[in-house]
C-alpha cells in the first residue's frame, strides 16, 4: 500500500540538529539528517522508497513508498524516535572528548588519589572504550603495563567507556574479570544510571563519569506514546540497568545504537542513525553508495534529486 509519513517538521528540533553539527541552516540539516537516515539497511523493504524535504517556511521531512505491514510497523518506530534523537543530540568531537578525559582523570584522582591510580589496571569496551582509554592513559600519566587485565582479585581493575546508557554492556564485561574490585569510568552517562550500577554490583568500588546525560523522561515533551522505563526493563531482558530517555550522545568516532519497538514483530529494532557519514568514523563504513541505495532523497521545492 502506498502511504506517506511525515518523519520531522520541529523547527526547534531541526535547529538544534544543525547547531550542534555546525550545519549552515534548515536545509543543509534537512539534507544531512535525510543523507543519515538514507543509509539504515531496512529501507530495502520498502519499495518505491523516497525522502521527500520541503525546507520553506514550515521544514518538512517526509518519506512516501510502498509499505506492507511489517515495513509500516518498522516505519512507524523510526518516524516516532527521529525527531526526538535530533532534539537531543549532544554532539562530541575529539577536543571536546579530550578535555573531557582530563575532567574524568581529575575525578579518579579526587576519588582515589595518585598513588592508588597507578596500582589500578586498566581495559576498555570494544570499540568507542578504546579511543577513550587512550587519552585517560596519558591525562593519569598511565604506565604501559598498567592497559592489561590482571588475574589477580586483589588488584583493582578500571572499565573505561566513552559512554553509558543502559549499562549493559559493563554487566555483560564484568563477569569476564577477576577484580575483586571495579571501577566503572566513562565520559557521559546519567546519575541514576551510575547510582543503579553501584547499588547492584558488589565488587563496584565506583561508578564515574566526566557529564551527565540530561534526562528526559518526565519532561514537556513527552508523549503518551512514549514507553515506560519497567516495559524497556522487561523487554531487555532484565540486562539493563536503567532505560531513561536521556540525550542522544554522539562521538566523532561513534553514534551510540538507540533503540525502538517492531510492533508488528513484537522485538527491538535499532533506530535510524543521524550523524551524516563525516561527523563519525563509525557511519563512515556504514554509507551506501547512491547508485545503489533503495531510497531517493528529493528536494520538492528545487525538485532537484540528492545523492544519498
Known amino acids: 500500500m502506498r502511504r506517506c509519513y511525515k518523519l520531522i517538521s520541529d523547527t526547534i528540533a531541526l535547529d ?15 539534507e544531512r539528517l535525510a543523507q543519515a537516515v538514507s543509509q539504515d539497511s531496512g529501507w530495502s ?107 589477580d582479585p586483589a588488584v583493582p581493575l578500571v572499565v573505561v567507556d566513552d559512554c553509558s546508557l543502559t549499562g549493559i554492556r559493563f554487566r555483560q564485561s564484568i563477569r569476564n574479570y577477576a577484580a575483586g574490585k571495579i571501577i566503572f ?30 534526562d528526559w523522561t518526565d519532561r514537556a515533551d513527552a508523549t503518551e506514546t512514549d514507553v515506560p522505563e519497567e516495559v524497556w526493563l522487561r523487554r531487555l531482558g532484565g540486562m ?30 535499532p533506530a535510524w542513525h543521524i550523524l551524516p557519514m563525516e561527523f563519525c568514523l563509525k557511519n563512515m563504513h556504514m554509507a551506501v553508495p547512491a547508485a545503489t541505495s533503495p531510497v531517493r532523497i528529493c528536494n520538492l521545492e528545487s525538485r532537484a534529486e540528492i545523492a544519498a
Open 185 to 214: 569510568a566513562h565520559l557521559y552517562s546519567h546519575p541514576a544510571l551510575r547510582n543503579t550500577v553501584a547499588g547492584m554490583e558488589e565488587r563496584v568500588e565506583a561508578c564515574l563519569s566526566a557529564a551527565d546525560l540530561t
Open 16 to 30: 538544534h540538529y544543525a547547531d550542534c553539527l555546525g550545519l549552515d541552516g534548515t536545509v543543509a540539516a534537512l
Open 45 to 151: 523493504a520498502v519499495e518505491s522508497a523516497a525522502l521527500l524535504l520541503h525546507s520553506g517556511r514550515c521544514p518538512l521531512l517526509a518519506v512516501t513508498g510502498s509499505f506492507n505491514r511489517e515495513s509500516a510497523a518498522w516505519m512507524e518506530a523510526q518516524a516516532g524516535s527521529l525527531e526526538s534523537a535530533c532534539s537531543h543530540l549532544k554532539y562530541v568531537d575529539y577536543a571536546q572528548a579530550e578535555r573531557d578525559c582530563i575532567v574524568l582523570s581529575e575525578k579518579m584522582i579526587d576519588a582515589f588519589g595518585r598513588k592508588e591510580i597507578k596500582s589500578f589496571r586498566y581495559t576498555a569496551l570494544p570499540r568507542g572504550g578504546y579511543i577513550v582509554l587512550a587519552m585517560l592513559s596519558y591525562a593519569l600519566n598511565l604506565a604501559p603495563e598498567q592497559l592489561t587485565v590482571s588475574d
Open 240 to 269: 539493563a540497568y536503567t532505560v531513561r530517555k536521556t540525550d542522544h550522545v554522539c562521538f566523532a568516532w561513534n553514534e551510540p545504537d538507540r533503540m525502538c519497538w517492531d510492533s508488528a514483530r513484537e522485538r527491538i529494532i
